[in-house]
C-alpha cells in the first residue's frame, strides 16, 4: 500500500532522482494552499452564473470529448518524438 502512495506522489522507484526531488517540491508547492483550504474549511463558496454560460462550456467540453474520442488511435512508432 506504501509503494502505491509513494507512486502516486512520484516518489517510487520507478522514478529517478530528478524526478523525486521534483515531485517533493511540487508537493511542498502545494503546502501554503493546503494550509489556507484547512484553515478556511467552515466557509461555503456560492457562485452565480448565467444558464447560457454554463451552457457554453458544457458545449466546449463536450466537443474537446468528441475531437480527443475521433482522435486517431497512434501505436507509437519509434519516429515519434516526445
Not at 483550504?37 to 454560460?53: A, P, Y
Amino acid at each position: 500500500m506504501l509503494e502505491k502512495i509513494l507512486s502516486v506522489l512520484g516518489l517510487g522507484n520507478g522514478a529517478g532522482i530528478a524526478n523525486k526531488a521534483l515531485g517533493i517540491v511540487n508537493w511542498l508547492a502545494l503546502a501554503p494552499l493546503a494550509i489556507w483550504l484547512w484553515t478556511h474549511r467552515d466557509e461555503q463558496i456560492t457562485f452565480t452564473t448565467s444558464l447560457g454560460f454554463l451552457c457554453l462550456i458544457i458545449g466546449a467540453v463536450l466537443v474537446l470529448l468528441e475531437l480527443e474520442r475521433r482522435a486517431p488511435y497512434r501505436s507509437g512508432s519509434p519516429d515519434d518524438r516526445q
